[in-house]
């Protein structure tokens, strides 16, 4: 039966870690799964621009001897020239696993829906679960732990703080979101996500001021203010999110040694400083290097290959 990545939640504690051991793996032992996937075939199905998304997915498939087909934009036009659901049952017939990036959530759901084939949420408007994986990964990595661990989000309430919920819940990971009011994250994620934390002895905790939040936290994180879609919001939520910037008085009261990490691209001088994202506590660029080894375990998990 096939599975799919459409949001954090379709994989358990369990699997997740799981997943994060044969990242481990991947890692030290890289040549031992260069045909790991060999003869499979993804299709990126992009209705919105990307650098790490295409890249760590296009790259990853080629070091696990499979192969990958991008279709931008203006290739399929999805859901205008062709219907999400006529797209899928096509490329299922094709290949054996869809990447769709896109704007409304809805086109992911139709699209695993409708498909025969596995499909992993490559970003939609209301979650990024790729990029959540990796970071909590990349947590786990660097301080060797999640359970107990606070991390610190500081900013929109948007796709990827959504998925970020899910995933410091269901994995043990203490979270405390700070954003501006009106700006909170999804309001049903985050209750889905309180239930989760509860079982697992975590704690989510919301904030308006930025420094209640920081405090005493073992990470802190941020995303842009405004992300691909929202370009006329801009100019406003400059404004808006000024006091929500990851700068040297933030870093100074969280722990002293938290990590930094941003899940790029970075506005440096609006969500976070030239010299908080280069300082010796970033850890921002293997945070961003990690989106490929983690994916790389999620197609392995997906695809059907032999463990």
């Known amino acids: 039966m096939k599975k799919d990545l459409i949001c ?23 040549s031992k ?37 991008y279709l931008g934009p203006g290739e399929i036009n999805l859901g205008v020239r062709e219907s999400i659901e006529d797209v899928s049952k096509t490329l299922s017939r094709y290949v054996d696993g869809i990447v769709l990036r896109t704007y409304e959530h809805k086109n992911i759901v139709r699209m695993a829906k409708s498909a025969d084939i596995s499909v992993i949420n490559g970003l939609s408007d209301l ?20 359970k107990g661990v606070t991390l610190c989000y500081v900013g929109d309430g948007n796709n990827v703080c959504n998925s970020l919920l899910f995933a410091c819940a269901i994995c043990g990971l203490n979270i405390n979101v700070a954003s501006p009011r009106g700006y909170a994250p999804n309001r049903q994620v985050f209750q889905e996500s309180l239930v989760i934390a509860s079982r697992n002895k975590a704690r989510i905790n919301l904030f308006n001021n930025p420094e209640d939040a920081a405090r005493g936290a073992d990470v802190l994180y941020t995303d842009v203010w405004a992300s691909m879609g929202q370009e006329k919001e801009a100019a ?44 010796k506590n970033s850890v921002i660029f293997d945070q961003a290097e990690n989106r490929m080894h983690v994916q790389k375990a999620i197609l392995i998990r997906l695809l059907g290959a032999k463990k």
């Open 127 to 146: 979650l990024h679960p790729c990029q959540a994986l990796a970071d909590v990964y990349t947590v786990r990595e660097k301080l060797r732990k999640l």
């Open 33 to 69: 799964f260069n045909k790991r996937l060999y003869g499979k075939t993804l299709a990126l199905v992009f209705q919105k621009p990307s650098n790490r998304t295409r890249v760590s997915f296009e790259v990853g498939m080629f070091e696990l001897g499979g192969y990958s087909v």
């Open 236 to 279: 406003l939520r400059r404004k808006i999110f000024r006091p929500y910037q990851i700068n040297n008085g933030l870093l100074k009261l969280a722990n002293k040694k938290a990590l930094v990490m941003h899940c790029l691209p970075a506005h440096r001088g609006d969500e976070i400083t030239d010299e908080v994202m280069d300082s």
């Open 8 to 30: 954090v939640k379709d994989f358990s504690c369990g699997e997740i870690e799981e997943l994060f051991k044969l990242t481990d793996r991947l890692k030290k032992e890289k």
